[in-house]
């Protein structure tokens, strides 16, 4: 379990209204992406705020991004992990039968 999920763990015992939105399975893309921008940021060693001036955002977005309760855009996604010299690639697979995935 990484940072991103333990720290998830930790703020759903000490917050009903964030484990409520971070359990919902409708978000579960949104936290997926939340977390690999948790673990980015502290791989940097960077809080939120001075993360947010690398990647030119406020903190408060930044914040929200981590939280799941911010929707992004892919090409500002794209942006972000630039500035942050990081990269990113993006998987696509068509289920051919229940247990099999094909990549495209």
């Known amino acids: 379990m990484g940072f991103a999920d333990r720290y998830a763990k930790h703020r759903s ?9 971070w359990e919902d399975e409708k978000r579960k893309d949104q936290h997926e992406l939340a977390c690999k921008i948790i673990s980015l940021r502290l791989e940097l060693g960077l809080t939120q705020k001075d ?3 690398l990647v030119g ?6 914040s ?3 939280n799941g309760e911010q929707n ?5 996604l794209k942006e972000i992990v ?20 094909v990549s495209i």
């Open 13 to 21: 015992e000490q917050d009903p209204e964030f484990k409520k939105n």
């Open 51 to 53: 993360f947010g001036e």
């Open 57 to 62: 955002l406020k903190q408060s977005y930044i």
């Open 64 to 66: 929200r991004l981590e």
């Open 72 to 76: 992004i855009t892919y090409q500002l």
């Open 82 to 101: 630039r500035k942050a010299g990081a990269d990113m690639d993006i998987n696509i697979s068509l289920k051919k039968s229940e247990n099999e995935l």
